[in-house]
């Protein structure tokens, strides 16, 4: 795989912005790892192995409802599941697809963020390029992970605590941004609140378990009442 510096640096520039979102984002993740009860080495590990932003911070919640292993495993799989795609689309534009190294590299790295920027080039993409892109914001989410895990050894308790908010504000973000291009992300969102309430109130279901039902089932539920052009297949 040959390396371009030009193109690495161009992947640089354009990936910056991504840096600083997920730098911010990330300091609150370090902090929820901390105060989960993670040491320092496996919280910044957590983002070096996983690179997943909202499946991580889904990951910490279900963790700290005290679920299953295996219905943590599963349900950041299915939320995860989507770069699949992303990886596979963007695979088709790569200047050079027979590249073993340079696939790898792109699957583990491609998220939303880099998707998104790297779909707008209107041309083929560089192995080099892509590697500027993705290890800008790969940087950015590691190290935004531990400097906001050391930053709670100096900050108050309530503080700390107040952590656990921030997986709430980002699936509400995500919602929002989901919700203003159709009412049905509401819909979707409303049917597998209110299933998830059943089971665990009704059923008394634990929290893991009836997350991944009621998240597989709003999956099934989402499928069938968006049309192929609303979910982004045409």
């Known amino acids: 795989m040959h390396i371009n510096g030009k193109e690495v640096r161009e992947g640089i520039h354009d990936g910056f912005p991504i840096f600083l979102g997920y730098f911010t984002t990330a300091l609150a993740f370090g902090l929820l790892t901390r105060t989960s009860g993670f040491r320092f080495v496996e ?28 219905s943590i495993i599963v349900s950041v799989f299915f939320i995860n599941s989507r770069y699949i795609f992303m ?13 073993v190294m340079g696939r790898l590299m792109c699957g583990f790295g491609t998220v939303d963020e880099v998707f998104t920027v790297a779909s ?5 993409l560089s192995y080099s ?17 531990a400097i906001g895990y050391l930053g709670g050894t100096f900050l108050p308790d309530v503080v700390q605590k107040a952590a656990v908010i921030t997986v709430y504000a980002m699936f509400a973000s995500l919602l929002g941004s989901e919700a203003r291009r159709g009412a049905k ?13 059943i089971l665990i109130l009704v059923a008394g ?7 991944l039902i009621s998240m597989i089932a709003a999956t099934v539920f989402g499928a069938l009442i968006y049309t192929d052009k609303e979910a982004g297949i045409e």
């Open 43 to 70: 919280g910044v590990l957590t983002s070096m192995i996983t690179f997943a932003g909202s499946g991580q911070f889904l990951m910490m919640n279900l963790y700290n409802a005290g679920s299953m292993l295996l």
């Open 205 to 211: 279901l634990s929290t893991g378990l009836s997350f």
């Open 185 to 197: 992300a509401i819909l979707v969102a409303s049917f597998s609140a209110l299933l998830n309430s």
């Open 129 to 145: 390029y892509m590697a500027g892109l993705i290890f800008t914001s790969y940087v950015g989410w590691v190290s935004g992970t």
């Open 87 to 99: 990886a596979s689309s963007l695979s088709q534009r790569l200047a050079d697809p027979k590249s």
């Open 120 to 124: 707008f080039k209107g041309r083929k």
